[in-house]
């Protein structure tokens, strides 16, 4: 099994996260040629622990990640159960609103 991540995906990830955080303006081609890099490297790396660390410690590179894995895995990397609370969230505050409506009409 392979756990090793190549060193410029790590270096990509990295000047991505540096590129995102950055409180001045970023050149968009620069931005575009990190993005464009590391889209490369991620579409070249198996999925395994490793990659799976630099996914967890670059929150931009997971993002593009799971963006480049959605036509086969939808949102693979966001929680199923952070997302299923919210929508079970709405509909009782929904519910809650209208209950609340119809009883102001009554």
């Known amino acids: 099994m392979n756990t090793t991540v190549p060193q410029n995906l790590i270096m990509l990830a990295r000047m991505l996260e540096r590129l995102d955080g950055s409180p001045v303006p970023v050149d968009a081609q620069q931005y575009l040629g990190v993005v464009d890099h590391l889209r490369e490297a991620l579409v070249a790396a198996p999925y ?6 630099v996914l967890g410690a670059s929150p931009a590179t997971a993002e593009l990640y799971e963006n480049l894995q959605y036509q086969h895995a939808g949102l693979c990397r966001s929680p199923l159960e952070q997302g ?14 209208r209950k609340s409506a119809a009883q102001a009409k009554a």
Do not use: G, K, Q, T
């Open 48 to 53: 395994d622990a490793a990659l799976e660390a």
């Open 84 to 97: 299923l609370n919210a929508e079970l969230a709405a509909r009782a505050a929904i519910a809650a609103a």
